[in-house]
């Protein structure tokens, strides 16, 4: 959660998809998969909520422009 | 033999002879040989008959103070000359002997009528053989000169004619300038006509260095005497043959003289040939300002004409010229055009392609994060797919192995087995292992 806001989006989406290919291996316990799923879970909403972001920014900057 | 007579009483029979057998007084013919008029006023004569030349008859004759006067004036007046020589005469006389003198006539009358009759048959008979010769016309040939600025004078120097004539030219209102030359000449009288010959004689032989326009004769005016020398057949001829065109101003007043009849121009008086002249110098200025006025009126009317031309090859100039400004600057408001739209274009390509890159660069963000949404999305769905809790809340359960999940580890009788329901932690030990599907 901590490194959650201090990853670039890019990092972030790596980590999410080392964490899938971890819950496919399925060699953790099941404890250390609960733990990751949370973690990627928390990764997506930052990421999704940084693409809102991004997405709202770009509206803002072209629809500034378009007026 | 007769008894001698003394000369007194011979001359005494013959005066009682001619007193006895002659008529008081007879009408004779004769001609005037010669006359002299003496101190004590009387005239002297002597009377002739010619028949072809030749002396047929000669008398002594007188004319007697008393009679002479009286009897010379009214010949004048009917003649316009005074008796002399070589005039025919129709003469009242009565035959006279005087024993110291002999044999005259004494003139007691004469009819001028017989005079003026021979002069005009003689005249007359002058002009015929004129006719003949064709010399009447000879000098009208001649076309008078325009303006006569160079006049040859035949006159007597002294005559009063001749300065009227002078005074005339030369003090002419308009100025002219008229140059004249006198060739003197006795004008009346038996030499007369020689003398005016040899004045003609003398203009002809100038006329090459004087360049003479035209030959004057003038006659003093005063009496109506002596004109016959103006009658004379030599004189008329010379008149006739000279090169210059000849104005005669002799002044007769009751006919035509000979010379008037050969010359070109007849004038009554010097005065009247002078203003002659002038008319010519007159007429010929008037042409010349006529013309001239003429010439003025139409170099103004060619001056007006080329004017307006003038006006008219400005106009079309000016025309040419606004034309070709207007075409220039319509040429240059095309290029000015053809620039701005140029510009125009070129900006609007510009902004064309600077828009599609604003709309593809959106186009591009939009696509990007929506896949990224769809890749998140995915990867969410992988997640939850994959967490353990999905399963298990849906009634399976999971085993390990000493944390070890089960499918991972080598499984062995006796081998603590650990599995999770949703809710529970299971505790198993290993019994029986038997083989399970393929």
């Known amino acids: ?67 | 033999m007769q008894k001698p007579l003394s000369l007194s009483e011979l001359n005494q029979l013959i005066r009682q002879a001619l007193d006895t057998n002659l008529e008081p007084s007879y009408w004779i013919l004769a001609e005037i040989g010669e006359l002299r008029d003496s101190a004590k006023g009387h005239a002297y004569l002597e009377l002739v008959e010619k028949s072809a030349d030749h002396l047929v008859a000669k008398i002594k004759a007188n004319i007697w103070s008393y009679t002479y006067q009286g009897l010379q004036s009214r010949f004048v007046s009917a003649t316009g000359q005074r008796l002399r020589g070589g005039m025919k005469i129709l003469a009242l006389v009565n035959v006279q002997f005087h024993e110291i003198y002999g044999l005259s006539i004494n003139i007691k009358d004469i009819d001028p009528n017989y005079t003026i009759g021979e002069r005009a048959k003689r005249k007359n008979e002058i002009i015929d053989q004129l006719t003949r010769e064709g010399l009447i016309e000879l000098n009208k040939q001649f076309i008078l000169p325009k303006v006569p600025q160079r006049l040859a004078v035949i006159s007597s120097s002294s005559a009063a004619g001749f300065e009227d004539f002078v005074n005339q030219l030369e003090h002419n209102s308009e100025g002219y300038a008229v140059h004249w030359e006198l060739y003197p000449a006795i004008m009346q009288g038996s030499t007369a006509s020689a003398s005016i010959i040899q004045a003609i004689e003398a203009i002809e032989a100038d006329v090459p260095d004087r360049k003479f326009d035209l030959l004057v004769i003038i006659r003093g005016g005063g009496a109506q005497t002596d004109l016959d020398c103006f009658d004379n057949y030599d004189l008329a001829r010379a008149v006739a043959n000279t090169t210059l065109p000849v104005v005669t101003g002799i002044g007769h007043e009751r006919d035509e003289s000979v010379v008037d009849l050969v010359a070109n121009t007849k004038m009554k008086t010097p005065t009247a040939v002078a203003e002659f002249v002038l008319y010519g110098f007159r007429d010929f200025e008037e042409k010349v300002l006529e013309n001239l006025i003429r010439i003025e009126r139409s170099i103004g009317r060619i001056l007006q004409m080329e004017n307006r031309k003038i006006r008219d090859k400005e106009l079309i100039l000016q025309n040419l010229f606004l034309a070709k400004t207007r075409t220039a600057r319509d040429k240059l408001d095309g290029k000015k055009q053809g620039i701005l739209s140029l510009a125009q274009n070129a900006l609007k390509i510009h902004r064309f392609s600077l828009e599609d890159m604003e709309k593809s660069l959106q186009r591009n963000a939009k696509t990007r994060i929506t896949q990224e949404v769809a890749r998140l999305d995915s990867l969410e769905k992988d997640v939850n797919r994959l967490d353990p809790l999905v399963f298990l809340s849906k009634g399976y359960t999971r085993t390990e192995v000493n944390g070890i999940p089960m499918q991972q580890a080598a499984i062995g009788k006796g081998d603590e087995l650990t599995t999770f329901s949703l809710t529970k932690k299971i505790k198993s030990n290993v019994t029986v292992i038997e083989k399970y599907g393929q």
């Open chain 1, 1 to 67: 959660m901590d490194n959650s806001t201090t990853l670039t989006y890019d990092k972030a989406l790596q980590r999410i998809e080392e964490i899938v290919s971890l819950l496919e291996e399925d060699t953790k316990s099941i404890d250390e998969l609960a733990k990751l799923v949370k973690e990627a879970s928390g990764l997506i909403k930052d990421c999704k909520l940084k693409l809102r972001t991004t997405e709202e920014d770009i509206h803002k900057a072209f629809g500034e422009d378009q007026q």
